[in-house]
């Protein structure tokens, strides 16, 4: 499958999503059949809702500001969006609790570095922070959508399908972000100190939380010569430089530093394309299962 030349952007919708999951089909181990690399992306579900909440304030805060009826609606489709992430990661991780994972001290830990941190922020701040996060979401979306086969791989099949979803959203909307950073600032120093704080929050903060979920779900894998195999093999589908997650990725995170970047110089319409017709289709889509309801926010002058 081949990109297409990047187009006008098409209207983002808010989903609704219901996927009722149940801690008993639950695996811990998704990605890829690991406990250590799977435990990455556990961590990140549970954090990702504060992130999504910082993201949803920040949007609605500065969409006051915005002159653009067009813009408007932009931000209220990603915060529409960014509102049933959160939801329905909350769900999930209220199961991943039942197998467990520390989602209740991970969740103390998160809201107060985000009550007390990062949302006392300026808002100018915020703002900047908010597009970085966008811009990292937007790149573990792309490398996703470039490697379907890793969802195939466990038979959790709603986990697969939460995922998915996601995936197929933040690639939907992540220009938004930051083009409502580039209307409401424009700062190339302002946009830096966002995305550096982004990346110790994804790239150091979530790791970290998440290389100790299997010690602290199952302290005895300290000693067992299999765990740490395990952890051998998910570093490389983490951080290989050939086609690790965030290893192979770095130069699309990196390109957020180039002064006249935007988020659609790396272009996904086809992918999108794709994945719609894949998820979404009425008879035979892998969400039409747990899609409730569907709209575009309207356009208001």
């Known amino acids: 499958m ?11 919708p808010v989903r609704h999503m219901d996927f009722q999951f149940d801690a008993k089909d639950l695996d ?23 992130g999504e909440d910082l993201v949803i304030d920040t949007a609605r805060y500065h969409r006051q500001f915005v002159k653009d009826p067009e813009m408007k609606q932009r931000l209220t489709a990603l915060i529409g969006q960014e509102a049933i992430h959160s939801k329905m990661h909350n769900e999930f991780n209220d199961q991943l609790a039942k197998h ?27 703002l900047s922070l908010m597009a970085g996060i966008e811009h990292f979401t937007a790149v573990v979306a792309e490398y996703m959508m470039k490697h379907e086969e890793v969802f195939f791989e466990s038979p959790d099949e709603k986990q697969r399908a939460l995922w998915m979803w996601h995936m197929l959203e933040e690639s939907e909307h992540k220009d938004i972000a930051y083009d409502a950073f580039q209307q409401l600032s424009g700062s190339y120093s302002l946009r830096v100190s966002g995305f550096v704080m982004a990346t110790i929050i994804i790239m150091v903060l979530v790791p970290l939380a998440g290389s100790v979920i299997p010690l602290i779900r199952k302290p005895s894998n300290a000693l067992r010569p299999a765990y740490w195999k395990d952890v051998v093999f998910s570093l490389e589908l983490l951080a290989g430089r050939e086609d690790g997650v965030f290893g192979s990725t770095m ?6 530093l180039r002064p006249d970047f935007h988020p659609n110089d790396h272009d996904t319409t086809a992918y999108l394309d794709y994945y719609k017709d894949k998820l979404l289709h009425p008879q035979t889509g892998l969400l039409t299962p747990y899609l409730v309801r569907e709209f575009v926010p309207p356009v208001r002058a």
């Not at 081949?2 to 983002?12: C, F, K, R």
């Not at 969740?107 to 009550?115: P, Y």
């Open 28 to 50: 811990p181990k998704m990605y890829r059949n690991t406990e250590f690399a799977s435990a990455i992306f556990e961590a990140l579900s549970i954090f990702l809702t504060f």
């Open 251 to 256: 130069g699309h995170v990196m390109d957020y």
């Open 2 to 12: 081949t990109t297409q030349n990047p187009g006008v952007n098409l209207q983002v």
């Open 100 to 126: 467990r994972f520390p989602v209740p001290l991970y969740r103390f830990l998160a809201d107060k570095v985000f009550e007390y941190g990062l949302k006392r922020l300026p808002n100018r701040m915020q």
